[in-house]
Structure formats: C-alpha cells, structure tokens
C-alpha cells in the first residue's frame, strides 16, 4: 500500500534538508565573522556570498540540482547550445587557428607560405590572414596559399577596405564546386557594422552583401566581430547581445537584396573575445548559439541558425608589464573558448600588446607557444576529445542561461531603438559600452578585479619598455588591434610609465618610508600590503625594519629624509604608539603620512594621519597622489585609443 511518498520527491526533500543545514553553518560561520548573531545578518548566506559579474550577472556560492535546467538537443541540433557542428572530429577538437600577415612579419609571399605550412605542418589546422595593404599583399595571395587544402583548413581573411578585393582574390582560388563544412569554413571577414563602431576600417554593407551574392555556397562573406565591443570595454553580456544585433541587420539587409533566409544566414560568421574569467567565456559561446539559434527561429530557418565562432583572445585582457603572464591569461581563455564549443580559437601571441619596437621575443617563438598553449589542451589535456564537456554541469547551464537571458533584454532593448545602426548612430551602444568601460576602471582600481603582475604581485624591477623620450608604452598603439581598444591594465602601466621616467631622469624611482611598529609578526600583513600597493603605482618602499617611536627620526634620517611615509602597525599597536609616531614622523619633517588599514583603526583620541590606505582603497587615486607629491609628471596620454 501506497504511503503517497515516491522516490523523487523523497530525494528533493532530502536535498532540501541537506540545503537548509548548509545555509545554517554557512550563517554560523558569516554571524563568527562579522561579529553578530545569525540573524542579524544582513541578507541570506547565499545573497551574501553570491558574486556579481559585469553585465547584471550574479553567481552563487553553490549549486545544487534544484538549480537543474532540462537538458539542451545534441550538437548540431537546434537550439545548438551543445554546439553548431554535430559532424565535429572528437580527435582533432576545435580548430587552432593562427594569423599570419601582421606588422612585423615577413612580407615576402614566399616567406609567408613556408611559414604557413611550418605551421599547419606543427599543429595548426586553421589560418587567419591579414590582406591588403597592411597585411599580405593582394596580388601574393595566390604564393602565400600555395599548398594549403581549403578542404581540410578553414581560411579567414582579415582586410578591411580592401576586403572586396581581397575576397575577390580567394574566391577565385576556390574550385566552383567548393563546399565547406561546419569546421572548414572560408570567411571572407567583411564586418562593416562592427567595425563601424571601432572605427575599424572596412568595406561599406551593399559592397559585402554584393560579394555574399558572388560567394553563394562556397564561402561566408559576413562577420560579426564582437571583438569591437569587447576592445573598448564592453561586458560579456554587451558583446553578445550588439553582436547579435548587428547580424540581425545582416540577415536584413541579405533578405532584402534577394536571398532567403536560410541563404542569409549561411552568409554569417561570428568572433568573439575569450577572455581569462574561464566560466563566463565557457558560458558566452553556448549563449551565442542559443541566441542565434532564436534569431533563426523567428525568420523561419530554425536548422540554419547553428552559429559559427571563431574566439579570439582578448586583447584587452593582455598587459603590457610582465607579459610573460599573458602565456596563462591565453590558457585559461583558451580553455573556456574551447569547452564552450567555438569552431575556431585564435591565441594571440603573449606580447601582442606590446608596441613592435618593445617586442624581445622573435615573431615565430610568439606563435609557437601560442600554438602549443592549444596543443596542450587539445592534445595532453584532451579537452577536444568530448564534445561540450561542461554541458550538464549545474553552474555552466544556469550562467549559460543567465548570459542568454540578459544578452536578449538588451538585444531586445537595441532593436526596440530601431534596430543596430539605429542604436549606433543614436549613440546607445557607444553609451553602454562606455558605462561598461567606467565601471571595470573603478573595479580595477579598487582592485576587486586583480591584474597578476600588475596590480598584485608587480615587480618594480622590471625593465622599462620604452625610452623616457618615446611615447609610454600605455599609449602606444598596438599592432592589428582595434583603434578603440582600451586594455584593462592601462590605469596602472600609465602610473609605471611615469616611474619609469622619473628613474630614467634621476636615476631612482619616488620612493616612501614605511614606518613599522612593534615586531615583524604584528605589522608584516600591513607592511607587505603597501609594499605591493606602491610596486603598483612605480613607487619603491623603504623599509628599515621594526620600529619605535623614539626611532623613527633616525629611520627617516637614513630614508633620505623622505616627504611621504606610511605608518604600518597592529590595530593595538596604533592605540598605544601611534600618537608618537606620527608626531615624531612630523617632527622629523615628513609632510604626508598615511596610516596602513581603515580608519576605524586610528585612536580617535590621536591626531589624524594625512590618509589611510587599506583594501578597498582607490589605489589608482591614491597613487596618483602619491606620486604628484613625489614630483612624478605622469606626461598626458593619447586619449582612451589603444591603451
């Protein structure tokens, strides 16, 4: 007899239960921390330990099967979120794609081809191709390609106002009856409306949709580069929903000049950033597709809207000092590119920030290890050999889902302007992105979004990039990237530029005396906080050791009489000594101090410090005092391009 209990519900209310004495530790454990009881907490533990992402994105602490969304089609089959290519090759995985034809690369087509075939000889099995007048010259097209087999190696061209002729140029190398796969693609990259944004320049939208006649089914004459977006700072969640807006207009403007829908939407491509927030790259690609996938649902062509992606690794993401860590930002963007199913993946080179003439590194040693960066995955990890490896997981299908939802409010909103161009020329996609942009510069300089080797762990060390007499490095335009980009880093290299500078005339960086209370186990988490807080900004600290008061004077004596110190000590430190100390540092002529940790610190009984620096600070602002007081002249840039 039937007790009305089944197995399923059982399970769920066990799993409730599991839940409920999670969130009960959990609060114990928030409530010890703060100092309160449990409910006293200002939020549930899992409000309070959610994280928010860029783009109104919030991630949980935990993950459950009450978060279980139903199970998305295989790949190849509609809504494509487990991927657009249902024939894709398990052993050979997605397509590691290289660019060839940039600056500082050979320019004579002979070169190029055995370059080339080096590379599809040693693990490529995909080419990106600069064309035209900065990049491979139209009439050696034919030598560069010579050997390559456009029915095993999917063939982007990257030429901007050239791209008419130089889509002209390879359709007239491919057979008549060429029919590429899903993994083999020919993109003539045409982008008129994306790189209207960027002020990239290209061909206007009736010359690319003239060539996507010509192209029929040989090759995809239209890209939509939401690289654009994500160069001048736009969210993840920005970057697909003006991308998918602007292959909107494409399927418009295709539509209207006679092809069908299917036809249309064979025409497209899409690249997108992978950057090094691994899960929200993993996220992004499934999205794209499942947005792309609507879009082709409501003109009709349901089994036609598998989109093809091509990750390229953000740009933006890549600093100009340490370089070297960009090898690891490249692998874990590269990761989540690839197990969120893009058909290709582009690695930069580690220095592609870099101006040329600061490049140490030999153009082929920067595209081997950006190979080899997606051979170890492919090959040692096997990250290729399963197709949508993430898909099931609890946490990736909730933010794929999250990411689609948000990316088509705001699709929703563009088209509800009129469409793409319409919110372009009306100023709303550049107003996004530049909200965007402010709100990851305040992140960065509060330093809730860390830069390894650049706002955490820097060395002050490092060798300059540039000359004091020639343009920061901050500044400097960067070889093939968009005029628009904008680098995350680009707040704090523009402080070391100015370090740099200032040592190269005087021959020291600014410097400021730390003045260490009581022994090393007391202050040494606050010292070595500002110690990296100031390596960040270019400014060097001198530290004596531990200090009393009655010490400080000879400490600043042998400091080179400083103007600027910062006191580091203990909280009961400050309460018993601090009053002296900043006395003593005044006394002996110190005309800024700052006190390490908050405010709340300081004896409020005790004359005030100057400042406090502790974590949450603006340590862009602060620095930049810093160093206006240390008589450091940071020289003005070239506006937001290309830093």
């Known amino acids: 007899m039937s007790d009305g209990h089944t197995p399923k519900a059982d399970a769920g209310s066990a799993l409730q239960d599991a839940y409920q004495r999670w969130s009960e530790s959990a609060a114990a454990v928030l409530a010890k921390s703060r100092r309160v009881s449990a409910d006293e907490l200002p939020g549930s533990p899992e409000e309070l330990l959610s994280t928010s992402l860029p783009g109104s994105l919030t991630v949980k602490p935990l993950y459950t099967r009450r978060d279980e969304l139903p199970e998305p089609s295989l790949p190849g089959e509609f809504p494509f979120v487990r991927g657009s290519d249902a024939d894709r090759d398990p052993i050979m995985g997605w397509r590691v794609t290289e660019r060839f034809g940039d600056p500082g690369s050979p320019r004579d087509p002979g070169a190029i081809n055995d370059a080339i075939i080096d590379a599809l000889e040693n693990g490529a099995s995909g080419l990106w191709l600069s064309v035209g007048a900065d990049g491979i010259a139209l009439d050696d097209l034919p030598a ?53 944004y960027s002020t990239r320049p290209d061909v206007d939208l009736a010359a690319a949709v003239e060539i996507a006649h010509r192209a029929g089914t040989r090759a995809r004459a239209l890209r939509v ?47 997108l950033g992978a950057s090094d927030d691994q899960f929200l790259s993993i996220a992004k690609f499934r999205a794209l597709r499942r947005l792309w996938a609507r ?38 963007a590269a990761f989540g590119a690839g197990v969120g199913g893009a058909d290709q993946v582009t690695v930069l080179g580690f220095d592609a920030a870099l101006p040329l003439e600061a490049r140490t590194s030999s153009p082929a040693f920067s595209r081997r290890m950006a190979r080899n960066t997606q051979l170890l995955l492919l090959e040692e990890s096997n990250l290729g050999r399963v197709l949508d490896p993430a898909g ?26 009129g469409g793409y161009r319409a919110a372009l020329d009306g100023g709303f996609i550049a107003e996004q992105i530049a909200e965007s942009l402010a709100e990851r510069d305040r992140a960065v300089a509060h330093r809730t979004v860390p830069l390894t080797g650049i706002s955490e762990f820097p060395n002050l060390d490092e060798r300059p990039l540039v000359t004091a007499d020639s ?58 906080f500002v110690a990296n807080l100031l390596a960040a900004g270019g400014i060097a600290a001198v530290n004596p050791g531990p200090l009393r008061p009655d010490q400080v004077a000879d400490a600043v004596a042998a400091a080179g009489d400083p103007s600027v110190a910062v006191l580091c000590a203990a909280n009961p430190r400050y309460r018993e000594e601090g009053a002296a100390a900043l006395d003593a540092l005044r006394s002996a002529g110190v005309t800024t101090i700052h006190v390490a940790g908050p405010a709340s610190a300081w004896p409020s009984d005790a004359p005030a410090p100057d400042d406090f620096v502790g974590i949450g600070v603006d340590a862009i602002d602060t620095l930049t005092s810093l160093q206006q007081l240390l008589g450091v002249g940071a020289r003005s840039g070239a506006g937001a391009a290309n830093r």
């Open 392 to 417: 099931g997981s609890w946490f990736v299908e909730s933010l794929t889902d999250e990411v689609a939802h948000a990316a088509w409010a705001l699709f929703q909103t563009v088209e509800g302007l």
């Open 144 to 196: 560069a390609l010579d050997g390559v087999l456009f029915d095993l190696v999917p063939v982007t061209v990257d030429a901007g106002v050239d791209g008419v002729a130089a889509a002209d140029a390879l359709l007239e190398l491919l057979p008549d009856d060429h029919r590429p796969t899903a993994s083999t693609v020919i993109s003539l990259g045409l982008a008129p409306l994306t790189s209207a």
């Open 225 to 271: 580069d939401g690289t654009d977006f994500a160069a001048a700072g736009a969210t993840d969640v920005a970057e697909l929903a003006f991308s998918v807006a602007a292959g909107v207009d494409y399927l418009r403007a295709l539509t209207d000049s006679g092809l069908s829908p299917e036809q249309a939407l064979g025409q497209l491509t899409f690249a």
């Open 295 to 332: 879009v082709a649902d409501v003109v009709g062509a349901p089994g036609a809207g598998g989109a093809l992606t091509h990750a390229i690794t953000t740009i933006g993401m890549f600093s100009q000092r340490d370089a070297w860590v960009n090898m690891l930002r490249s692998t874990v």
């Open 471 to 528: 343009a920061t490095s901050a500044t400097t335009p960067v070889a093939s990237a968009p005029p628009n980009l904008v680098r995350t880093a680009h707040q704090f290299e523009e402080l070391r530029d100015a370090s740099d500078r200032t040592l190269a005339d005087v021959g020291a960086r600014p410097s400021v005396v730390l003045v260490p209370l009581g022994p090393v186990a007391e202050h040494n988490g606050r010292t070595t």
